[in-house]
């Protein structure tokens, strides 16, 4: 017998002879975490533990030689010589603020667990965004997070590594959002777990690459003015209907939650 929760946007249960093994998540979201899960870009944040919470200039302007992820183990290596550890580190990480209407879409998405598998893939650290959703409370909702590995060394400096090598020109050498997607869609494919909709919600460029890969049944929730948002946008001018996925801006979370908890009504 099929019938629909009490409340709004509460999940459908089936209850029958036979269903005691608990149904796999009808949906995939899949995040990002600097500004969008959190407000701000962490790797800006914790310059806030420089001295005079700024870096000096030739660091500044080594931005330009190499990855973005080696002169962020330039700027770790400083902050580590500055006497910078892992307390100030933590400190920093867990009071970036939450992106507005943030936490009404985490309270949304725990009162309706069972329906969706939970993502993070992020070109931040580990660290940082583990003693994020720690502080917030919601670290529990995510199946699983790719990041860049980070740890603290002997000397107590934070360290930094690339998550992995690829071959799409359009993405930093160090990650590939749309390659980590795709291979984590066919994993869960092989462990029999297919998703009805894939939900992508970012803010940047390198989550434009992922995103041109979802299907006509998909949304992408790019953050309303950012890199991420142009692009589809500028990509509908180019090719009409080249970008599949239904296009959900946001500029407060809400707007994801009030998308999702439509969905599950008209399901119900």
């Known amino acids: 017998m099929r019938r629909c929760c009490e409340g709004v946007g509460l999940p459908c249960l089936f209850k029958g002879v036979g269903m005691a093994n608990p149904r796999p998540p009808r949906y995939l979201l899949v995040f990002d975490f600097d500004e969008t899960i959190v407000d701000e870009n962490s790797d800006d944040s914790v310059v806030r533990a420089a001295p005079g919470q700024a870096l000096p200039e030739p660091l500044r302007q080594s931005l330009h030689q190499g990855s973005y992820n080696e ?157 991420m948002h142009r692009m589809t946008q500028e990509m509908e001018k180019k090719q009409p209907g080249a970008f599949q996925a239904t296009v959900v801006p946001w500029e407060s979370a809400t707007e994801v939650a009030r998308y999702l908890q439509e969905l599950l009504k008209k399901k119900c």
């Open 71 to 227: 002169y962020m183990q330039r700027v770790l290596a400083f902050l580590g010589d500055n006497g910078v550890r892992v307390g100030d580190f933590k400190a920093i990480y867990e009071n970036i603020p939450l992106s507005p209407g943030m936490p009404e879409l985490f309270q949304f998405l725990s009162k309706n667990h069972e329906l969706f598998e939970i993502i993070l893939i992020s070109d931040a650290n580990m660290f940082g965004i583990e003693a994020k959703l720690r502080a917030a409370g919601v670290y529990s909702l995510f199946r699983k997070i790719f990041s860049n590995p980070s740890s603290f060394d002997k000397r107590g400096y934070l360290t930094l590594g690339p998550y992995h090598s690829h071959k799409c020109l359009d993405c930093p050498a160090n990650m590939c959002k749309r390659k980590i997607l795709t291979e984590y869609l066919a994993e869960r494919a092989q462990e029999e777990v297919e998703f009805e909709r894939v939900f992508y919600v970012g803010d940047g460029a390198n989550d434009f690459c992922p995103s041109v890969t979802l299907t006509s049944a998909d949304v992408a929730f790019p953050r309303k003015g950012y890199p």
